[in-house]
């Protein structure tokens, strides 16, 4: 068992901008998945882990450029994925890991990576375990530019459907099980 609150602030400056906006998108995160997965015991999710990874998932986010959400770092902002899974990697913690790397959109194939040139590590990024797709797919409902606000399917889809169909599809699919 971890304290995801003591591991980010090892990285965050405790009540800094950042901070403030990355515990806030994490903490939303966290309480849609976790009532989610109260509303489905049957699928016999870990909601222990759920609660640690999903407070952790955007650990990465300082070392990215994106000065709209206090990001100051040098790669960019679709690398903060994989960046913070070598930091909970570094910790110790390589199941969280898989979260970061494989929450971003509805997670990112290899074809993907190569079609469009991304400057990402040439390996899947889409989420397997249950636990990886119910983070990936609650943290779809919350930017971190608009805090306290919650987006609607409707338009979450129209984001994602800019993506192709197979990222519509994977949250569709997703849709109906976890709703």
Known sequence: ?????????KYYEAGSPLYQVLITHSRQVCEKALR?????????????????AAMLHDIGIFRCHAPRIHCFGEAQYIEHGYLGADLLRSEGLPRHALV???HTGTGISVNEIIRNKLPLPLRSMEP???EEQLICYADKFYSKTRLGSEH????????????????????????????
């Open 128 to 130: 397997e375990s249950l």
């Open 36 to 52: 989610i997965a109260d509303r489905h015991p049957e699928l016999s999710i870990d909601r222990r882990f759920v609660e640690e």
């Open 1 to 9: 068992m971890i304290d995801p609150q003591q591991l980010i602030e």
């Open 100 to 102: 970061a790397e494989r």
């Open 152 to 179: 609607s399917v409707e338009k979450i889809k129209q984001d994602l459907a800019r993506f192709g169909s197979g990222a519509l599809a994977r949250f569709e699919a997703w849709q109906a099980m976890f709703s």
